[in-house]
């Protein structure tokens, strides 16, 4: 068995459970450890891997073959897409459930990306009304995004993420191998997400990232392997104070209120989330600084680190009343009244519903057609 | 307003909070304070009724005015039966939820029978991850059975109950005066489940039932608040034990894995849920005896408390391999065996696999065909 280069680890406490992030490297290969690593999450002697058509060509017989010793494995392998994270890629994994007999002792195993990790969650969440489930995460994205405060989901023909529930895995293991074969936009979509931590959480990180965004913009795995740690420990220490996202959580979708619309809008799959939460971070350091709370330079500071990664920083053109209507969707609308993430300063961001309405219209125009 | 004839409530605690059971009557009148007494239960302004075509002609005109003056309100009507607890009716209440423009601030309000609470509450628990919700039974099976617990769920063609999740009510109101207009067939079919209490819990109560079940029957609806009452305590108990039905709770499925069976095989809706269950604690108790815990009289005196109430007491004719197979389906078994919930007396149930599988076989070949 390989070696990995590095292993690292860190632990989540949620209210229901603490369940181990192993990051690591090499255990999704032929001769690596992953069966091995998960199998003592495992709670019953049944397994239902749930991954899609990309991703099962690259990583699945290597899990399949290293848990059919101990398990019962079962497969259910989906379209690969956004526009396929709905309802009847749910049934599909009910019918799997089913058809194999299998009972709360089950536990899933989600090997993809966030797509595939928030149907898996949200199947399990849902399968005789919970069952455990394990995520192998193969994006940065997923990496860094999902591997830690429990949110599952599909999406609602109108509106992104509708359907869901929070619903913690048993442990996640991010292998950094797997993106040697993600597409070069996806790998700048997850640094998008990694870049929204740095600006709402610390700008210390953001120096850190300045410096490192070149090795990891080139596979340099311990560097990622280090970014994925730090931002796991940002959004664990947020979800902590607040799982169910009554308060502080909120602020880890800064960005994502005008990135939902730019998704909406363009139809889902067209732009990845992460270049939609660029842009959309863009547009909230823009109206951050219509409000006084950002300098000019700060903004091309934010805008310079989006480029090293490869990431659009203007939406596509909307016509303003379209977006403002989209925004109205949104799950941060309080009372009828959108609530926006802007930042006081890099690496100081808030929830508020106070800004003038006319600049929300002008960050919005600035790009309409 | 009329003043209600009796008013009695009691308190569920759970994990996630507290909620209040209110027993009264006369609430759902035209001029009764079903609105005034739920609303203060109610955290936004956005309000979501869900009900069905025999309950919405009864009770919904009484509740839509009442809460209409404070509130935004929408209505989901659905149509009536087992048959459609299933994954259309939820994207039914998604889609109400969205065209409304709802978010989450929205309490669904669940106005019906079991089916209409199980499937409000499934909607509520996964709507945005999860959204309040107030159930208003009009059965008196929902009313002992869906009150307390948090189960909420669908059907999945290969199962009953298999797609759910555990989410708790803010409040119940359980309106005795509902039952005047509830079909003869499931007052007895609620009963069933209250005559369960009794056989699992305590011999005293059964008791009560030989003397109270006339007047229950003809509906003394001060003597049906007492009995919801005591079951509510009884599963209010056993629920603050065991949330999730790890250990003790699964006591409070006796009788329905044989009542899944039937149920399964005559299709939904062909048996009611309670005359299954009845037919099943029957069957249970049959192999109670046969195992040497209950006494040919035992048996007999249950026999006897379920036909005072109308209720079957064998099931239909069906073979045996197929009965087993379905049984295999069932959530109680474990690590493929079956466990069963039996009786080592009157009062007192316990789960076990440890019992021989000729006299399962026996248990149904006496009335297969």
Redo the contacts between chains.
């Keep these: 068995m390989a070696t990995p280069l590095f292993y690292d680890s860190l632990t989540v406490r949620t209210q229901s459970h603490d369940y181990p992030i192993v990051i690591t490297e090499d255990a999704t290969s032929k001769d690596g450890s992953m069966a091995k690593q998960i199998a003592p999450y495992i709670s019953?002697?049944q397994v239902l891997i749930v991954t899609n058509d990309t991703v099962a060509p690259l990583y699945l017989t290597a899990l399949e073959e290293g848990l059919a010793t101990d398990f019962t494995v079962k497969v259910c392998v989906l379209p690969d897409g956004e526009q396929y994270k709905n309802?009847s890629s749910i049934?599909k994994i009910?019918d799997a459930l089913?058809?194999a007999?299998f009972?709360?002792?089950v536990t899933l195993i989600a090997l993809g990306g966030g797509v595939v990790g928030d149907m898996t969650g949200?199947a399990a969440?849902?399968?005789?009304?919970?069952v455990n489930f394990i995520q192998i995460p193969t994006t940065l994205l997923s990496q860094v995004d999902s591997s830690v405060g429990g949110?599952?989901?599909i999406n609602?023909?109108?509106?992104k993420n509708?359907?869901?529930?929070?619903w913690q895995p048993k442990m996640v293991l991010a292998d950094m191998s797997t993106l040697k074969t993600l597409p070069a936009r996806e790998l700048s979509a997850g640094i998008a997400e990694i870049i929204k931590y740095a600006l709402i959480m610390d700008e210390t990180f953001l120096t850190w990232l300045e410096i490192n965004l070149p090795a990891m913009m080139t596979l340099d795995l311990a560097v990622l392997g280090e970014a994925v740690k730090r931002c796991c420990q940002y959004k664990a220490k947020v979800v902590a104070q607040d799982e169910?996202e009554s308060g502080v959580r909120a602020l880890l979708n800064f960005g994502h209120t005008f990135g939902h619309v730019i998704e909406t809008h363009q139809g889902y799959g067209n732009w990845l989330h992460g270049e939609a939460v660029a842009a959309g971070m863009m547009q909230a350091a823009e109206l951050s600084q219509k409000m006084g709370w950002l300098t000019h330079d700060e903004v091309d500071r934010i805008k310079n680190v989006l480029m090293l990664a490869n990431l659009p920083t203007t939406p596509p053109a909307i016509d303003i009343k379209t977006a403002l209507d989209l925004m109205?969707?949104d799950?941060k609308?309080?009372?009828g009244q959108i609530r926006l993430i802007l930042l006081k300063s890099i690496g100081s961001a808030i929830l508020t519903n106070d800004f003038d309405d006319q600049l929300l219209s002008d960050v919005w125009s600035q790009h309409s057609v």
């Design positions: 019953g002697r309802q049934d009910y089913m058809a007999h009972n709360r002792d949200f969440a849902s399968f005789m009304r919970g949110k599952t989901g609602h023909a109108q509106g509708m359907i869901g529930a929070f169910r109205g969707h799950k609308v309080k009372h």
